[in-house]
């Protein structure tokens, strides 16, 4: 094993599917000379070369759109969008095109294309670098919407979105670039993760907090924090948003009995509410105090400190919110 | 060009006008649902395009993309059961006329988002280059996409690439109900110029002229991938779409277009060239023959299940 942080487990999984499979290659803007803004594309351009890392010009819509004319051409592209505000100008590619071609083209062929795209806050980068979209995403059928928490699942999620026949996009976090986990050396031990599973990252009794992200640690921390007071939390990460894992989370409800969901996306008709919703009607019977959520509230993320810091999601909101359902 | 080659493409002209004259019966008996764009009086563009391509080469398209689609050589019951909206179409029934596709034939499909298909065609020819088999793409467009941002970006990068991809402008000099000159404070031939790239504008109702044309851009792609313009000037006979009463537009324009019909230009060429009389009755019946065939199959054809509404929204799990 090896620690890493997380940004070299996205540069990790891109290297290995490369070595893997010829018809994998990079697409974006400074993801070659310049390695990506945030490096997660370091080193590849000298390994693989020009005709697998293509740097783009300023060309949002194309970048997408040519990812998707590549997938249904025998190429698997993995594209990548700078910040996830500007996936606002890949809409129609993403939106129109690729997770329709299949299905409107009665099932004929798939479009295996990937895009990686950093959401979140953090960094003081302000109300265009900022956003967490991804329920934009999650509410479009035939698209799939992962989002990885830590630097093993950063590696593994991405490598199972290459292999997928399908358009999925990879909401990675900036907060959590830097962030340290483990990775095994030798690259046949590295494992891809199953996308549409979640994974229960502290068992609890008393209740279950369902999170993603950058949310996953502070819901970490809350649970710690009510452990003292003897109150016994159960945290899942869901890892993939689109298709989600519903069974996961009704069996923990079925255990506890109340339900947190928390994210940083702002709250309002996030993904939080498709779960809180889904487990109101599925789940009825098991619950015994209201689905609370946590999210940003209903305004553009904000720039200076002490306001972005106010904005985000937290520990303490989270811990809040779980002894408002608990009451 | 040969009187065979000639008259194979004056059969694959008709072909395209005498599927969409029955498409627009059959839209006028209430059997097609949805909206229906036809080429009618566009035909000689895809037919002359394809000519220069193979089934390997891809190309995408737009809504009013029925030309292109056949031209490409497609199933003919397929085509038409996909505009009924029958089980047996070509993409099952959910696409319908805007989203024709047949990737078995390097078609990728028509699209309802115009300048969708610029980018796309654009990453297909970017793989056919990774793939060095000396394919290319072509993508159709209409003048109305010549202001879609998406449409620049596509120029500027196939050119910083040399992708090998033909775009081709099928200028009808009509973008819904607005005439071009109120949409472009330019024209294709100057952005070619900008963008340094290789540019011919053809009258696009000839069909020796398109397909002279496509044949001298695409040949020197396939080994020296570079991108190249395929400006068609051609003609919207009917609406934007059936039903479209054109009240926007001038008789006289209207009264021109007879003289301008690729279908009478192309017979005109074949007489010319020698064609015995009966050669072009004979096309006729058999194209006939073929459409009445192929539409009686589709209409006779199932309706899609709608137990099947999930099918296909993702590729199913390798068991
Ligand atoms: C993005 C987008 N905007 C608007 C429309 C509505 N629309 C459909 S066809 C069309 C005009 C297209 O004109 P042109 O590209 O010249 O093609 P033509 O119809 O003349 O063949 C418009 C505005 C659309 N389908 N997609
Ligand atoms: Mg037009």
Redesign the interface.
């Known amino acids: 094993m090896t620690e890493i942080r997380y940004i070299k487990a996205v540069n990790q999984a891109l290297w290995d599917a490369m070595e893997a499979d010829p018809s994998v290659f990079l697409i974006g803007e400074d993801i070659g000379a310049a390695g990506g803004s945030f490096k997660a594309t370091r080193d590849l351009l000298d390994r693989f070369g020009p005709e697998r890392v293509y740097d783009t010009p300023i060309s949002e819509a194309a970048i997408a759109g040519m990812a998707v004319g590549a997938a249904l051409t025998g190429m698997r592209p993995v594209a990548e969008i700078m910040f996830m505000d500007f996936t606002t100008l890949t809409m129609d590619m993403l939106v129109n095109q690729a997770a329709k071609a299949r299905s409107m083209f009665g099932g004929q062929g798939s479009v295996p294309m990937v895009l990686r795209t950093p959401h979140g806050g953090g960094l003081n980068a302000g109300p265009q670098h900022s956003q967490c979209l991804e329920a934009w995403f999650a509410h479009v059928p035939g698209l799939k919407v992962v989002c990885p928490a830590n630097p093993a699942d950063a590696y593994g999620l991405l490598r199972a979105a290459i292999d997928d026949p399908d358009p999925v996009i990879v909401v990675e976090n900036k907060a959590l670039y830097a962030m340290k986990g483990d990775l095994p050396d030798a690259p046949e031990a590295r494992e891809r993760i199953e996308i549409g599973k979640g994974r229960i990252v502290r068992p609890g009794h008393d209740a279950t907090v369902v999170a993603y992200g950058a949310a996953v640690t502070m819901a970490e921390a809350a649970a710690a924090n009510l452990a003292g007071e003897g109150i016994d939390v159960e945290v899942i990460d869901l890892r993939s948003l689109q298709p989600w894992d519903e069974g996961l989370v009704l069996e923990s409800l079925s255990r506890t009995h109340n339900l947190v969901v928390a994210h940083e996306a702002v709250e309002a008709f996030g993904i939080g509410a498709e779960i809180a919703a889904r487990m109101a009607d599925i789940g009825f019977d098991e619950l015994d105090g209201p689905i609370t959520r946590v999210g940003a509230p209903f305004a553009p993320s904000p720039f200076g400190k002490t306001l972005e810091d106010a904005y985000r999601p937290n520990a303490e909101r989270i811990e809040a919110a779980l002894r408002r359902t608990l009451a | 060009m040969k009187l065979t080659e000639l008259a194979d493409l004056y059969r694959r002209m008709l072909l395209i006008r005498r599927a969409e004259e029955r498409l627009q019966k059959l839209f006028a008996d209430g059997q097609v649902p949805g909206f229906l764009h036809l080429s009618i009086g566009q035909e000689a563009v895809p037919v002359g395009v394809s000519s220069a391509l193979s089934d390997r080469d891809?190309v995408?398209s737009n809504h009013r993309g029925h030309g292109h689609t056949l031209a490409k050589g497609v199933d003919l019951t397929g085509f038409f059961a996909e505009i009924l909206g029958k089980a047996t179409?070509?993409?099952?029934?959910?696409?319908g006329s805007m989203?024709v596709?047949?990737?078995?034939k390097g078609m990728?499909?028509a699209?309802?988002?115009v300048g969708?298909g610029?980018?796309?065609?654009?990453?297909?020819?970017?793989?056919?280059k990774?793939?060095r088999q000396g394919h290319v793409?072509a993508v159709y467009f209409g003048d109305g996409a010549l202001a879609e941002?998406?449409l620049h970006?596509?120029l500027?990068?196939a050119k910083?690439?040399s992708l090998p991809i033909l775009f081709v402008c099928e200028n009808n000099g009509w973008s819904e109900f607005s005439p071009t000159d109120r949409q472009l404070a330019t024209n294709l031939e100057k952005l070619g110029k900008a963008f340094a790239m290789k540019y011919r504008s053809v009258d696009g109702n000839v069909i020796a002229d398109v397909a002279a044309a496509a044949g001298k851009l695409v040949g020197p792609m396939r080994r020296y991938p570079a991108p190249a313009i395929l400006e068609c000037r051609t003609t919207r006979v009917r609406g934007h779409y059936e039903g479209d009463r054109q009240d926007y537009r001038d008789a006289g324009e209207i009264a021109a277009l007879e003289a301008r019909d690729p279908i009478r230009l192309a017979a005109e060429a074949l007489a010319e060239a020698g064609a015995a009389p009966d050669l072009i009755a004979g096309i006729a019946a058999e194209v006939d023959a073929e459409i009445e065939a192929a539409a009686e199959a589709a209409l006779a054809a199932p309706l899609p299940k709608s137990a099947d509404i999930l099918?296909?929204?993702?590729?199913p799990a390798e068991v």
């Open positions: 891809t995408s179409g070509l993409c099952k029934g959910r696409g989203h596709a047949d990737l078995s990728l499909g699209n309802g988002i969708a610029l980018p796309i065609t654009t990453g297909s020819a970017l793989a056919h990774m793939q793409a941002g998406v970006e596509c500027n990068i910083l690439w099918a296909d929204v993702y590729t």
